[in-house]
């Protein structure tokens, strides 16, 4: 923090997943969610926030963001709601019902991703089936490489996640969900999973950080809906570790692949101490 007025977002290169992530794509993808909660927490309190994204990319690498708040404005009912909905967001890796979304709801996932500067496309039947086979083959070729099951596992154990919040193994031929090696119990899961996956225009840091606030607003206006989401970013994963260029699509670079439903209540990961984020500038 900079004073009352201007707050910087730094990256966190001690956390930075160096095997299954070598580009920090993930990792700007997870600071852009924090910066969006950051932007919303400001409007909420009655400031306008002003993000300005790399601002420094040579000098200063860490520093991915810096928002400053120029001037005092009023909170929407609707920025307000999702405000209240940060504690209550988390990602759900149980089985989903076989209930459709509304056709309201994903217009409303998929506005607010364009907020952002990203598209969110929702795969049909087919489309869906051939992710999930691409998720499984990737898992199976990540499930061959030990220096990035070493890893995760370090990652896991260090986060101290649970195995019940990771998942429980599935029963059935469909396995809709990434493997971190810690699960718990067995289920059969959905046979059709919902799918969609978030596009951004480029492929590059300042890309990944519109990813991430778009995913964070996406994830909002889901569970204001009762919406659970989880991920497949197996594939991702997988093109990033072997340096693989992400072909030019004109529906743009996917950066996330999420699954979509009505699932059950399930308890929050542990999160960082404050005290761990903050780092106060005179």
Sequence with gaps: MRGDDVIELLADWDRWLRVSDPRGRSLHVSCGAALFNLRIAARVAGRMPVARLLPEPEKAPDLLATVRFDAWGQSSAELRELYELIPCRRTNRQPF??????????????????????????????????????????????????????????????????????????????????????????????????????????????????????????????????????????????????????PHHRRGHPQMIMRLGYGPVVPRAPRRPVTDLLVQQA
């Design 97 to 246: 019902g076989d209930r459709l979304i509304p056709a309201p709801v994903l217009a409303g996932m998929r506005t607010a991703a364009s907020l952002e500067r990203a598209r969110l496309l929702f795969l049909d039947r087919r489309s869906a089936a051939d992710m999930l086979d691409y998720a499984a083959i990737a898992q199976d070729e990540l499930a061959r490489d030990n220096e990035c099951l070493a890893e995760l596992a370090a990652w896991t154990t260090g986060q101290g996640v649970p195995a019940h919040v990771q998942g429980p193994f599935a029963t059935g031929d469909v396995d809709p969900i990434r493997d971190f090696g810690r699960r718990a119990g067995s289920a059969r899961f959905e046979p059709r999973p919902q799918l969609a996956v978030l596009t951004t225009a480029g492929d590059e840091p300042m890309d990944w950080l519109r990813a991430g606030q778009a995913l964070q607003r996406v994830l909002l206006v889901a569970a204001k809906h009762a919406v659970s989401a989880s991920f497949l970013n197996q594939p991702l994963d997988l093109r990033d570790m072997r340096r693989r260029s992400d």
